[in-house]
C-alpha cells in the first residue's frame, strides 16, 4: 500500500514537494506514478519514472514545472512542484505498475481507471 504525504494549501507561484513511499518495498525496476483528481473532474496522470533507469515522463500542463523522482534506495517516489497554479488544486496519488506502462503511456492511459488507489495528498493552490 502506497502512502502519499505533503500536501498543503499555498499561494500562486509557490512550491510543494510531494512523497509516496510503502514500508518494507523498493521499487528497483519498476513504473512509478502521481495522478492528481480536483472534484468533479477524472483523475489524471501527472508524471511518471522508470525507477530502473530514472527515465521520466510529464503530462504537457505540468512539464515544466514539476519535477519526479526517487531516492537512492528506490523505496520513495517524490514530486517536487513549482510555479504552482490554482489549477493544479487537487488531490495527488501514487501508483506502481510495469515497466512497459512507463514507456508505452499506459500509466496515463490505463491507470487513472485503476480501483486501488490509496489516500491521496490534497493540494490547494490559491
Known amino acids: 500500500q502506497l502512502v502519499e504525504s505533503g500536501g498543503d494549501s499555498v499561494q500562486a507561484g509557490g512550491f510543494l514537494k510531494l512523497s509516496c513511499s510503502a514500508s518494507?518495498?523498493?521499487?528497483?525496476?519498476?513504473?512509478l506514478a502521481w495522478f492528481r483528481q480536483a472534484p468533479g473532474q477524472e483523475r489524471e496522470g501527472v508524471a511518471a519514472i522508470w525507477t530502473g533507469g530514472n527515465s521520466t515522463f510529464y503530462s504537457e500542463s505540468v512539464k515544466g514545472r514539476f519535477t519526479i523522482s526517487t531516492d537512492s534506495a528506490k523505496s520513495t517516489v517524490f514530486l517536487q512542484m513549482n510555479s504552482l497554479k490554482p489549477e493544479d488544486t487537487a488531490k495527488y496519488y501514487c501508483?506502481?505498475?510495469?515497466?512497459?506502462?512507463?514507456?508505452?503511456?499506459?500509466?496515463?492511459?490505463?491507470?487513472?481507471?485503476?480501483?486501488?488507489w490509496g489516500q491521496g495528498t490534497q493540494v490547494t493552490v490559491s
Open positions: 518494507d518495498t523498493t521499487y528497483s525496476s519498476y513504473c
Open positions: 501508483a506502481s505498475g510495469e515497466v512497459d506502462d512507463c514507456f508505452l503511456g499506459s500509466w496515463s492511459t490505463a491507470w487513472p481507471k485503476r480501483d486501488d
